[in-house]
Nanobody, 119 residues
Framework: QVQLVESGGDLVQPGGSLRLSCAAS????????MGWHRQAPGKQREMVAA???????YYVDSVKGRFTISRDSAKNTVYLQMNNLKPEDTAVYYC?????????????WGQGTQVTISS
């Protein structure tokens, strides 16, 4: 059984910063992607950032230059440093961990953490 435990969501003012954390535990092997998605009210869930096993990263255009994803492979933990936050960043942020390839591919989700940007 795999568990993803997220933390770090909060209410902050525009221009502020937050750091989200997601720790994966349990029988988890061959992690290929660790990433963050978000879903705002009335909108579809979107991928925000991802850390790929080969060291590459992905960011959605709207967060480039403001968000930084990093991971501690030894701890199976992924972080999302969010700077210069904007009201449009308000959403529930979900951690996603993918393992394996092909037939052995699995995808796990955290419970979500609320990020609210408001003055």
């Amino acid at each position: 059984q795999v568990q993803l435990v997220e933390s770090g969501g909060d209410l902050v003012q525009p221009g502020g910063s937050l750091r989200l954390s997601c720790a994966a535990s349990g029988s988890i092997f061959d992690i290929t992607v660790m990433g963050w998605h978000r879903q705002a009210p009335g909108k579809q869930r979107e991928m925000v950032a991802a850390s790929i096993f080969d060291g590459s990263t992905y960011y959605v255009d709207s967060v480039k230059g403001r968000f930084t994803i990093s991971r501690d492979s030894a701890k199976n933990t992924v972080y999302l440093q969010m700077n210069n936050l904007k009201p449009e960043d308000t959403a529930v942020y979900y951690c996603n961990v993918q393992t394996g390839r092909g037939r052995s591919h699995d995808s796990y989700w955290g419970q979500g953490t609320q990020v609210t940007i408001s003055s």
